[in-house]
C-alpha cells in the first residue's frame, strides 16, 4: 500500500497567508525524482497536510519514488530540522541548495583523500578506543544522562549529516575538562569514516550558520541538473 503526499488535485487555490503561517508550509517542485522544497509563493498547488506531520511526511517519502530531497536554507532553521529528522527516517539523502555556479574539486584528489582520511580514522579509532572506553565508563558514573548527542550540520555539497558528540555535563570537572581537551569530539571520527567530514578539512556548518549566514561549502552540487523544473502538480499515489 502506497501513500500520496497530496490527497487531492481537483482543488488548486492561490496561496494565501494563512496558509503560508502553518509550520510545514512551503513549495514543493519535482525534478527527474529529486524533491525540491522551496520558499512559498503566490502559485497555484494544493494544501499538503502531510507536511504538518513528521510521521506522515516520512510514510510518504518511503513510500515515494524520491531519491533526493533538495531544500532551501531561506525556509529557516526550525523546517530544515523537521525535514531533515522526516528524511533520515525515510532514509531519504537531503542537500540544502547550494550555488551551482562553483566546480568541484578534483575527483582523483578528492578519492584519494577520502582514502587517506579512512585509514587515518581507523588507526586513530584503535588507538583512542581504551580512552573512549574509559570516558563513557566515567560519564556513567558521574550523571544519568545521555552519553551521545547529535547535532544536523552542512558537509560536502550542501549534505545534511549528524554530527556525533560525547555528551558530558559541562558544568561538571569531568565535562569542562572533556570540553577544555575536545575529547567530546572524539566519536567524530566515525563521521570521518563515513565521508561526512574530513580529517584536514572543516567541520560542516551547523544550520544556525547556514540560515544566519547563508554561506554554504563553495563546491557544485553533481546531483543536481539542468533540466526546467516543474511545479508538483502529479495525480500519482506514490508520491
Not at 119 to 140: D, K
Not at 164 to 190: A, E, V
Not at 229 to 238: F, G, P, V, W
Request: with cysteine.
Amino acid at each position: 500500500m502506497t501513500a500520496s503526499i497530496i490527497p487531492t488535485l481537483e482543488n488548486l487555490y492561490d496561496v494565501t497567508q494563512e496558509h503560508q503561517d502553518r509550520r510545514g508550509y512551503c513549495t514543493l517542485q519535482w525534478r527527474r525524482g529529486q524533491l525540491l522544497v522551496k520558499q512559498p509563493g503566490r502559485v497555484k498547488q494544493p494544501y499538503l497536510p502531510s507536511l504538518d506531520s513528521k510521521r506522515s511526511l516520512v510514510e510518504c517519502l518511503q513510500h515515494s519514488p524520491v531519491t533526493l530531497v533538495s531544500i532551501d536554507p531561506k525556509l529557516g532553521e526550525v523546517l530544515l530540522r523537521f525535514w531533515a529528522d522526516a528524511c533520515e527516517e525515510a532514509q531519504k539523502p537531503i542537500f540544502l541548495s547550494i550555488p551551482t555556479s562553483n566546480k568541484l574539486p578534483n575527483q582523483p584528489w578528492r578519492q584519494l583523500q577520502r582514502l587517506i582520511d579512512w585509514i587515518a580514522a581507523i588507526v586513530l579509532l584503535l588507538l583512542v578506543s581504551p580512552l573512549m572506553l574509559g570516558l563513557i565508563v566515567l560519564m556513567q558514573i558521574d550523571s544519568t544522562g545521555s552519553l551521545f548527542c547529535r547535532e544536523w550540520r552542512v558537509g560536502e555539497r550542501g549534505k545534511l549529516f549528524q554530527s556525533i558528540k560525547f555528551c558530558p555535563h559541562n558544568i561538571t570537572p569531568l565535562g569542562r575538562w572533556m570540553s577544555k581537551y575536545s575529547l567530546d569530539n572524539l566519536p567524530q571520527l566515525f563521521n570521518v569514516l563515513r565521508g561526512d567530514i574530513s580529517l584536514t578539512g572543516s567541520r560542516g556548518w551547523t544550520l544556525e550558520d547556514a540560515v544566519q549566514l547563508n554561506k554554504l561549502p563553495e563546491i557544485k552540487a553533481s546531483w543536481e541538473v539542468e533540466a526546467q523544473s516543474h511545479l508538483l502538480h502529479l495525480d500519482s499515489q506514490t508520491l
